[in-house]
């Protein structure tokens, strides 16, 4: 049970992480953009919902929680995103010619799953 408190956080980097390298490789940058702007804008949310929660001992530790894991996720994008960028840089530079392009999956489903996860991440916080 302990270990549900690092295995959690990891694999929602390491899949934000795996969505940001797949939309850089495709060149789908709208897609990414939407995800990150979901994460950052559900991070905040959460933040505020709660900081503005009052009443017990730990009043507002979901919003926070929620926060913070919303900010880990929006950071694995990025890292993922900048990685895909480096490999491409690097390959162009050693290599001189440019990488393939890959292309991007029928269905934004890793889009509607961060997109879903953030919806989530403030109806918890609101119901907290």
Known sequence: MVNLVYVIPVLLALGAASSGWMRIAARSYVPLLISLSAL?????????????????????????LLAI????AAIGLLVGAMLRWLHEWLHLRIK???????????RAWDMMALVTISVLAIGLSIAE
Do not use: D, E, F
């Open 69 to 72: 894991l919303m900010g880990i």
């Open 40 to 64: 950052c804008l559900s991070a905040g949310g959460c933040w505020l919902i709660g900081s503005t929660k009052s009443g017990s001992y730990l009043s507002g530790i979901v919003g926070t």
């Open 96 to 106: 001189h010619v440019p990488t393939s392009w890959r292309q991007p999956p029928t």
